[in-house]
């Protein structure tokens, strides 16, 4: 007989054991949770009890819930939220870190059981969930808030969602492990005209993901891989990026992680401690602030293509192949060369009816090559491979080393 797990509330307050209260200092650790390892070994982010009050203070600021209000995170920090917020939280059932094809099917029985209201998806659940919809004429109209982040999300997706839950409020929230929330963008702001809309096959350069949350301070450095030490102000400049232009993005507030537990070596990397002795983060993410405020992402720092003393960013090129409807996944990267110092490489993954398929492979291969010439993206070599890989948390961002080690392996390169 299986022991069991699960206790409800009735049954435990039946019991005689309980835990004794232990008085703790506001920078304790409180929990331990690991990022994606997108940029190399996933590291444990050492969040106190202060950080986690400040965190939940500015998730409410981005994410009010009301009373009532029922919520299916995919992310597991936002069931810790709900508990502070008082909010009922439906536990996805299904395994969220392994994607099948009854995903779909299992969020929409349970948020009709449920009576669901709002939910937090990662981007590669919120696509699944809403092409299921659109292909089964399917609408969500009792949703009130659906909100993605975790991965660079386009205003194709978000137009697509609002075609499922025309009422529903449609969020892109931006942070990490580290930060969260660092920014967000609704709907109706990523859907406003843009040169898309007069031109289906244009893609802007970089994703608008808004204003940047009220208890962050920021900053826009170069591309700088070594740690980093600030010893007085005006070695700011030295690093600082022009305004509106693209630089890494480091932000600093009561909401940001200050350490990792464990790892000094990771921290001195991430973390600036300036004169003052105040900690920035260094997010990785590349970005940079348009005239009205807003941010736009345009990629990774270890992702960025030096291509004859030139940066190239991933992300813009990467919406621009997914835009051709035979597309199952896209990767753009830079691969070593002796002339160029990185040459750039488009990688396409097509479904098994064009993969296997000499001919629909050239046609597909063709569409897309079209598209990124259209959009003015170099690219020195495009390719078909038959499974780009993709990381193991979320299933929305490419893994790069991953898939540059196997293409050299395969002899594709």
């Not at 993901?209 to 450095?221: A, C, H, M, N, P």
């Not at 003393?309 to 070593?336: D, H």
């Amino acid at each position: 007989m299986k022991k069991k797990y699960t206790i409800t509330l009735e049954e435990l307050m039946l019991t005689d054991d309980y835990a004794q209260a232990t008085p703790v200092e506001s920078e304790h650790t409180a929990l331990i949770t690991f990022t994606t390892g997108s940029s190399g070994t996933p590291k444990g982010a050492d969040r106190s009890h202060r950080f986690l009050a400040s965190q939940h203070y500015a998730l409410n600021r981005h994410l009010p819930y009301e009373k009532g209000d029922a919520d299916l995170p995919a992310f597991p920090i936002f069931s810790l939220n709900n508990l502070a917020a008082g909010v009922t939280t439906v536990i996805p059932a299904f395994d969220v870190g392994t994607p099948s094809e009854d995903d779909a099917k299992i969020i929409l029985e349970q948020f009709k059981q449920t009576k669901t209201t709002c939910t937090t998806l990662s981007p590669s659940l919120f696509r699944t969930l809403y092409n299921y919809c659109l292909d089964n004429e399917i609408t969500l109209d009792e949703m009130k808030r659906i909100v993605t982040g975790g991965a660079p999300v386009g205003r194709d997706d978000i137009a697509s969602m609002k075609k499922v839950a025309p009422s529903a409020e449609i969020l892109v929230l931006y942070g990490s492990t580290e930060v969260e929330p660092m920014a967000h963008i609704e709907a109706e702001q990523m859907l406003r005209e843009d040169p898309q809309d007069k031109d289906p096959k244009y893609v802007s350069d970089g994703v608008n993901v808004g204003r940047f949350d009220e208890g962050l301070e920021v900053k826009f450095i170069h591309i700088i891989k070594e740690s980093l030490e600030i010893k007085e102000d005006s070695e700011w400049s030295k690093i600082e990026v022009p305004k509106g232009h693209v630089g890494e993005i480091l932000v600093s507030g009561e909401h940001v992680c200050e350490r990792y537990y464990n790892n000094p070596e990771a921290t001195l990397k991430t973390k600036i401690r300036d004169h003052q002795g105040k900690i920035w983060h260094r997010t990785g993410d590349l970005g940079r602030l348009d005239e009205k405020g807003d941010l736009w992402l345009v990629g990774r720092v270890h992702n960025a293509i030096n291509r004859a003393g030139s940066y190239i960013f991933p992300v813009r090129a990467e919406f621009v192949m997914n835009k051709s409807t035979k597309i199952k996944r896209a990767a753009y990267l830079g691969i070593q060369d002796e002339t160029l110092g990185e040459k750039t490489v488009a990688v396409c993954e097509f479904d098994k009816s064009i993969a296997e398929n000499e001919n629909k492979t050239a046609e597909a291969l063709k569409e897309v090559r079209e598209l990124l010439d259209y959009n003015g993206i170099i690219v020195d070599h495009l390719i078909s491979y038959h499974s780009i890989p993709m990381d193991a948390r979320h299933h929305s961002k490419v893994e790069y080393k991953k898939l540059r080690e196997s293409l050299k392996e395969e002899g594709l390169l």
